[in-house]
């Protein structure tokens, strides 16, 4: 059997996708923030992103199970506050704005996964927090579409451009 293609995703992943929390992975850490753009420059007011980092150390592992839910009807209810897991979902606002809360990931940086509509596949990217080897392999105006701007201590911007000439580099991992 032939797979089936993939479908254009409407604007409904505000519907089960997203949960109280989910861009607080850890708290006490630093804020990226940012906007993802259309490639006219508009705001993107329905996309969804996921967010998979390494903690301080670099350890990849993380922990399952920090949502907790309510004891009634089952609903999540947001995290427990403790366990750091290294995953995220945030859907973006009506301004196209997200926010992560988190700690420097150790090796440098964080993957990011676009869902949006219109989009028949994913796009993947990350954001770096500093300096890295595949950083240098890129020419620099490509370089900087991700790499994450410092704007006050401990607060990262990182936009994300899905086309256009500032389109952010994606990565295939096809």
Same mark, same amino acid.
């Given at each position: 059997?032939?797979?089936?293609?993939?479908?254009?995703?409407?604007?409904?992943?505000?519907?089960?996708?997203?949960?109280?929390?989910?861009?607080?992975?850890?708290?006490?850490?630093?804020?990226?923030?940012?906007?993802?753009?259309?490639?006219?420059?508009?705001?993107?007011?329905?996309?969804?992103?996921?967010?998979?980092?390494?903690?301080?150390?670099? /350890?990849?592992?993380?922990?399952?199970?920090?949502?907790? %839910?309510?004891?009634?009807?089952? @609903?999540?209810?947001? !995290?427990? &506050? *403790?366990?750091?897991?290294?995953?995220?979902?945030?859907?973006?606002?009506?301004?196209?704005?997200?926010?992560?809360?988190?700690?420097?990931?150790?090796?440098?940086?964080?993957?990011?996964?676009?869902?949006?509509?219109?989009?028949?596949?994913?796009?993947?990217?990350?954001?770096?927090?500093?300096? /890295?080897?595949?950083?240098?392999?890129?020419?620099?105006? %490509?370089?900087?579409?991700?790499? @994450?701007?410092?704007? !006050?201590? &401990? *607060?990262?911007?990182?936009?994300?451009?899905?086309?256009?000439?500032?389109?952010?580099?994606?990565?295939?991992?096809?």
């Amino acid at each position: 059997m032939n797979p089936t293609p993939s479908q254009t995703v409407g604007p409904f992943y505000g519907y089960a996708l997203p949960f109280p929390g989910g861009g607080d992975i850890a708290l006490g850490g630093i804020t990226v923030h940012g906007y993802v753009y259309d490639g006219a420059g508009a705001p993107v007011p329905d996309a969804l992103l996921e967010f998979w980092q390494a903690d301080e150390d670099g /350890d990849l592992r993380g922990r399952p199970g920090s949502l907790r %839910r309510d004891p009634v009807n089952g @609903a999540v209810i947001g !995290r427990n &506050g *403790v366990d750091f897991t290294g995953f995220g979902r945030v859907p973006t606002d009506a301004d196209g704005h997200w926010v992560l809360r988190t700690v420097r990931p150790g090796n440098g940086y964080i993957s990011v996964c676009v869902f949006a509509r219109g989009l028949l596949h994913h796009l993947y990217t990350r954001i770096y927090l500093g300096q /890295d080897a595949f950083l240098d392999s890129l020419p620099p105006q %490509r370089r900087a579409t991700l790499v @994450a701007a410092e704007e !006050r201590e &401990g *607060v990262h911007r990182f936009d994300i451009h899905l086309q256009g000439e500032k389109e952010t580099v994606f990565l295939d991992f096809g």
